[in-house]
């Protein structure tokens, strides 16, 4: 029984590497002349959860990444008719564009090695970004002279959805804030409590090293979620408990809040504006992508 076993074992090691390998080579789709294999869609996760790992973590990565796989696919083949049409219209991309691009997101990383260590637990090397980031270049140039270049706005357009939607189209109230940062916990405890005693912000500056900034906030900004959760719980003139934000400590005081207000016409229109182009946009673009499927051969192998 223990020779069955062992053997078992052996088959195991030699055949699963080997499987693995016809897994991610495996054929899922084809577009035209070219194939689409699981690795394919496998690195496409990957560099969307890279994309994403910038400003979510954990959980919230996770849940946002598997909310796109359903489409993925549908996605990859759409991505693969563009790159196609944009080799058929002969478009490059200058080199030192991806170069800034790889520069610009490696400024979000303290060092080079995290840079390369989150490429790498992405299963990704620089080489698989800039290749990714080319294909977004190509794409977006084609897009700028098929769809967006020729979508137009008309005046009496952007007058009529005023018009039906004028209730809607208010300036959400804004709450205007002091933010004190400090980098002590026990000095930052100190401050809020001394500050909600009644002591004076310049007077507290002479006895502890600390920063501050003015700036106004409205609901859904985009905030982190603990500062959004501290701000809209003040009152005016009201002082929070130190909130623990990478490795600093940030106190905020609340300095007045501005009711909402109708937006007239003028004030609204440029937000309509671009609401209607970015609307038309998707519209337009959906269409010529459908033009370009019926122009194509597509089959999806996957089951």
């Not at 219209?89 to 840079?115: L, N, T």
């Not at 900034?213 to 603990?226: V, W």
């Not at 959760?229 to 501005?258: A, H, Q």
Request: aromatic residues 8%; neutral net charge.
């Amino acid at each position: 029984m223990k020779n069955i076993t062992k053997f078992l074992i052996i088959l195991a090691l030699v055949f699963l590497p080997a499987y693995c390998l016809y897994a991610q080579d495996k054929v899922i789709a084809v577009v035209n002349n070219e194939v689409i294999a699981q690795k394919d869609l496998s690195d496409f996760l990957n560099y969307i959860r890279l994309q994403y790992s910038r400003q979510l973590q954990g959980k919230a990565l996770e849940e946002k990444v598997t909310s796109m796989k359903q489409d993925l696919l549908q996605r990859l083949i759409e991505d693969r008719l563009i790159l196609q049409q944009a080799k058929l219209d002969k478009i490059v991309v200058d080199s030192s564009r991806i170069k800034s691009k790889i520069e610009e997101i490696k400024k979000g990383y303290p060092s080079e090695a995290a840079f390369e260590q989150d490429l790498a637990k992405q299963g990704l090397v620089q080489a698989d970004l800039e290749n990714k980031i080319r294909e977004q270049m190509l794409m977006r140039s084609l897009i700028e002279g098929k769809v967006r270049s020729k979508v137009i706005i008309r005046p009496d357009e952007v007058t009529s959805f005023y018009a039906k939607n004028k209730k809607q189209l208010v300036k959400p109230e804004e709450r205007i804030l002091t933010m004190i940062i400090i980098q002590d916990e026990d000095a930052a405890k100190t401050v809020s409590y001394q500050l909600r005693s009644g002591i004076k912000l310049e007077e507290l500056a002479t006895k502890f090293e600390f920063t501050t900034d003015k700036f106004s906030a409205t609901p859904g900004q985009q905030l982190r979620p603990e500062i959004e959760d501290t701000v809209f719980k003040l009152g005016r003139g009201e002082i929070s408990n130190p909130v623990k934000v990478d490795g600093k400590y940030f106190i905020f005081k609340l300095d007045d809040i501005i009711g909402s207000q109708q937006l007239s016409l003028v004030q609204a229109q440029d937000e309509i504006k671009s609401y209607l182009f970015e609307k038309k946009m998707q519209e337009e673009l959906v269409k010529w992508l459908d033009e370009l499927k019926k122009q194509s051969y597509i089959k999806i192998l996957e089951n």
